[in-house]
């Protein structure tokens, strides 16, 4: 509801915003939600100027309708009373509606902010304990159980709702985990043998493997634009790698392993888990468990009970009580970004995660660098720029 009247605020009286069925078509034009406005015979006299535009924000006062036959007394009496603001004023017109997006709004952006300052804190401690305690397939391990520990005391004390599932269930998570595991240890043994900006920096290059796995393997096709995207992803991850100082071919291998990985553990959750009705946060905590009864024997088998107890004994030899502290934080922390990053998948849609995602790498990335001070040359830099770049424009070519 618009009028000419330039004033911050007014109040408006009329008796028009509720009629009956019955009235005439000349009544109605009697009456008007604006009432006329005094002539302006000079600027003393009326007071009011014509400029900007003014906005109804509020009505307030709805009191019974008078007839045309009724006094003029009478019907002030029960006239409708509004508040307007002019058009340069920000402020939001009061409404359920308006406060309920303001208030999603302000959850998603609770969570994006939960979502990468977590993924930061596990990403420093993640790299502090694989300095000092060089056993990722342990220290996966222990994230995973972690996770499964603090989700099953959740349940138990009805924090979380317990989620309701069936054998039909599990077996579709299966391949998930499977998936999960795989992904999950091999970037874990990429950040025990490289710097972490440098193994998210390739893991940049995740939507270039899931382009290709959906192309050949599942025959889906994309728009042009998607397959244009891939070139800076590809390129930029390629000049990181050729530029990095500190290059090792364990942890690029680990970080491609884990894109590929990711990438099936995409696709089975979404061809798995259609009609099912289990929470995000549920749904991580049931893979998490999964993944853990997968990945523990194989830890067993690849490092043993010997190796650990030697190894962390060197570490508290060197670090000190606190290597148990760092342990603790980057598998609770490593959890708990995964928690938040599934819980916001249940307010908004993939291609909003898929920023969300990329955003997150270049938080962590600079992060990285100045805590553990990386050295990084101008090309990698680049390289890592332009990767980065063709994640987000991949994103929006999906749109």
């Not at 109040?11 to 005094?38: E, M």
């Not at 690029?252 to 099936?264: K, L, R």
């Not at 938040?340 to 920023?355: G, K, R």
Request: hydrophobic fraction near 45%.
């Amino acid at each position: 509801m618009i009028s000419t009247v330039n004033q911050s605020v007014i109040t408006i009286n009329g008796c028009d915003f509720i009629r009956s069925k019955s009235q005439s078509l000349t009544s109605s034009r009697r009456f008007s939600v604006l009432p006329p406005l005094p002539a302006m015979k000079s600027r003393r006299s009326s007071g009011v100027l014509v400029s900007k535009p003014i906005f109804v924000s509020k009505v307030e006062s709805f009191g019974c309708l008078k007839s045309s036959n009724e006094t003029h007394a009478e019907e002030k009496s029960c006239l409708v009373k509004c508040k307007a603001y002019k058009a340069d004023r920000v402020d939001p017109i009061e409404g359920p509606e308006s406060k309920t997006e303001v208030a999603r709004k302000m959850k998603i952006g609770v969570y994006f902010a939960t979502w990468w300052f977590l993924n930061v804190i596990f990403n420093i401690y993640n790299k502090k304990v694989l300095n000092a305690f060089p056993f990722p397939w342990l220290t996966s391990t222990l994230s995973l159980a972690a996770g499964s520990l603090i989700m099953l005391i959740s349940w138990a004390v009805r924090i979380a709702e317990t989620p309701k599932t069936d054998l039909e269930f599990w077996k579709t998570l299966f391949p998930v985990a499977v998936a999960h595991t795989i992904g999950h240890v091999a970037a874990t043994v990429s950040m025990s043998k490289v710097a972490v900006s440098f193994t998210h920096i390739i893991k940049s290059g995740e939507p270039a493997f899931s382009v290709l796995v959906s192309r050949f393997l599942l025959g889906e096709t994309f728009p042009m634009a998607v397959y244009l995207s891939l070139i800076p992803i590809i390129g930029g991850c390629g000049l990181s790698a050729l530029t990095e100082l500190n290059f090792n071919w364990i942890g690029f291998s680990g970080a491609m392993i884990s894109n590929v990985a990711f990438v099936f553990r995409n696709i089975f959750s979404k061809k798995g888990m259609k009609g099912k009705s289990v929470s995000g946060m549920n749904y991580y905590a049931c893979l998490s468990m999964l993944s853990l009864l997968i990945l523990t024997p194989f830890a067993i088998a690849v490092e043993g009970p010997q190796m650990w107890a030697l190894g962390f004994e060197k570490a508290v030899s060197q670090i000190g009580p606190q290597i148990v502290w760092w342990m603790a934080a980057q598998s609770v922390f490593y959890h708990l970004y995964n928690q938040v990053s599934y819980m916001s998948l249940d307010e908004i849609s993939p291609l909003t995660f898929s920023i969300g995602n990329t955003m997150k790498r270049i938080s962590v990335i600079v992060s990285s660098i100045i805590i553990f001070r990386t050295p990084v040359q101008p090309v990698n830099a680049l390289g890592a720029a332009i990767a980065i770049l063709g994640t987000f424009l991949y994103s929006q070519a999906k749109q």
